[in-house]
């Protein structure tokens, strides 16, 4: 039984109707004395709060508490009831659940209760957090009900919700975050109000559907969103784009079904005549999903992509470039997000900075033989790549080449291979990513660096992901690989400096 002494209670300081209450005591049941609360002589809120709220299973709410404001307490995961003496004029609760005494709003939830919960025809308000880690399995809501607070079901494990049709306005983060969502419906014109401001909506939504954002959404509950998605035509193809990534098949058949029919016309070239008579592709127009650049244009021989010739096409999927070209210049394909596959001809040597950067459905590029240069951030951010052959003849992975190719487990360094860029490889697949099953946190993936390298840039990040898990349980960071590494090499002394795991070869 709680005691008086286990409570703080004082003025907030601010508002003459707030009282601050902590409870400090170790009780898990949570007793709120009457003749406490009559300190504060009036009607006021009373902020609840504890040391360790996940610990509570229960509060008890005296007669004298007009209104309350559960702070830490809304997120307690450990909370089974609320109760409420029956004599309190301003609460009630209904089997455990907190409710204002007129039963038009419902304020708390506890996280334990389980299965199905009909909330009682009348309601009108689900006050904010009020469903909170909540282990509902379904949550049925009234027609009755005007508004739902922010982060309502907040982290919950909902897997059905229905939306009646008398909810006309819902803030997004109310059902953002409840990953375990299987079936979702706006039943009405429901308006989502958005937490970002128009500049970058888009994007979030982007990151979303693709699973980058850090929020963490449902398909279905994305789904519903998307019916009603103000911007739905302007982004269809990077949200088409981020779907194949984010593996949502849901979404993207209904954004592949829900398309304009387009009449795609062939796109067009813009060239510039080089030095020797030969030309560059300067800039393509055009919304095809396959593009083969022609060799020859007005009797010229295309031999340069040019700077950002194909830079932020959003519908380009496959492209196909000619024999004869020997240099693709710097963001020639940068940011292009349904690009998936990119065939480059033997006569190509020289691939520029950038190029690749941001295609992040990108899974194909082979490299040419003949390039001796992997250039900075060329790759960076190609979080779909899966492959990568790098020719035996690369003696040089500039700064941020590889960075953030999250899909890339496994890769092969060339023998002859000197240097390696700062940030070059870091949170690739083989140094980033999930644990493997039965490891605390590094994984068995092995890479052989070549006793030729002579340099590696250590800069920024370093060039491996490390693995912040091992910080919290360790007090040390810990990278995720194993380097195999010639004794005395360049590669050795960099293993053993960085702290990293390492094999003799």
């Avoid at 030095?275 to 083969?292: C, F, H, L, N, P």
């Avoid at 790759?379 to 999250?406: R, T």
């Amino acid at each position: 039984m709680s005691s008086m002494n286990d409570f703080e209670f004082y003025h907030s300081g601010w508002s003459k109707e707030r009282w601050e209450l902590k409870y400090k005591g170790q009780d898990k049941d949570m007793v709120i004395p009457q003749a406490l609360i009559a300190q504060a002589e009036g009607e006021c809120t009373v902020a609840i709060s504890a040391e360790d709220p996940h610990e509570i299973e229960s509060i008890s709410i005296p007669n004298n508490v007009a209104d309350v404001w559960l702070g830490t307490l809304y997120g307690a995961r450990g909370l089974k009831r609320i109760t409420v003496d029956p004599e309190n004029p301003y609460l009630k609760d209904v089997d455990g659940v907190l409710y204002a005494k007129d039963g038009k709003k419902l304020m708390k939830a506890p996280a334990q209760m389980t299965g199905t919960y009909v909330v009682p025809d009348g309601v009108e308000e689900l006050e904010a957090f009020a469903f909170q880690n909540s282990h509902f399995d379904e949550i049925i809501l009234p027609d009755s009900l005007k508004k739902i607070g922010s982060s309502a079901f907040q982290h919950s494990s909902i897997k059905k919700m229905s939306v009646p049709k008398s909810i006309t306005k819902i803030e997004d983060n109310v059902f953002c975050d409840c990953p375990d969502l299987e079936a979702f419906e706006f039943c009405g014109d429901s308006t989502i109000e958005y937490i970002y401001s128009d500049r970058y909506l888009d994007s979030e939504m982007e990151q979303r559907i693709s699973g980058e954002a850090f929020t963490r959404s449902a398909e279905c509950y994305l789904l519903a969103c998307l019916k009603i998605y103000p911007n739905i035509d302007k982004c269809r193809r990077k949200f088409i784009a981020a779907a194949k990534r984010g593996k949502r098949e849901t979404i993207l058949d209904y954004l592949l079904s829900t398309a304009p029919v387009r009449n795609v016309e062939k796109g067009t070239f813009e060239i510039n005549e080089l030095e020797d008579g030969s030309a560059e592709i300067k800039s393509y127009q055009g919304e095809e999903s396959v593009i083969e650049i022609p060799n020859e244009m007005d009797g010229k021989t295309i031999t340069t992509i040019g700077v950002g010739a194909f830079e932020g096409n959003e519908f380009v999927e496959k492209v196909i470039v000619p024999e004869g070209v020997t240099w693709v210049q710097n963001k020639a394909f940068m940011g292009c997000v349904s690009l998936e596959e990119v065939v480059l001809p033997e006569s190509c040597t020289a691939i520029g900075a950038s190029v690749f950067e941001d295609c992040k459905t990108l899974k194909k590029a082979d490299l040419p033989k003949g390039v001796r240069v992997l250039a900075s951030k060329v790759f960076k951010n190609c979080i779909s790549l899966e492959s990568l052959d790098i020719p035996d003849g690369v003696i040089k992975i500039e700064n941020q080449a590889l960075y953030y190719c999250e899909s890339l487990h496994d890769i092969t360094l060339p023998e002859g291979l000197i240097y390696l860029g700062k940030e070059c490889l870091y949170a690739c697949g083989f140094n980033y990513g999930p644990v493997l099953e039965g490891e605390w946190g590094y994984s068995k993936r092995k890479l052989l660096i070549p006793a030729s390298v002579t340099q590696i840039d250590d800069g920024g990040n370093g060039i491996f992901a490390q693995y912040p898990k091992a910080q919290e349980l360790f007090g040390v960071f810990e990278y995720k690989v194993i380097l195999q590494v010639k004794k005395g090499s360049i590669a050795h002394r960099y293993a053993a400096k960085k702290k990293i795991r390492f094999e003799l070869v």
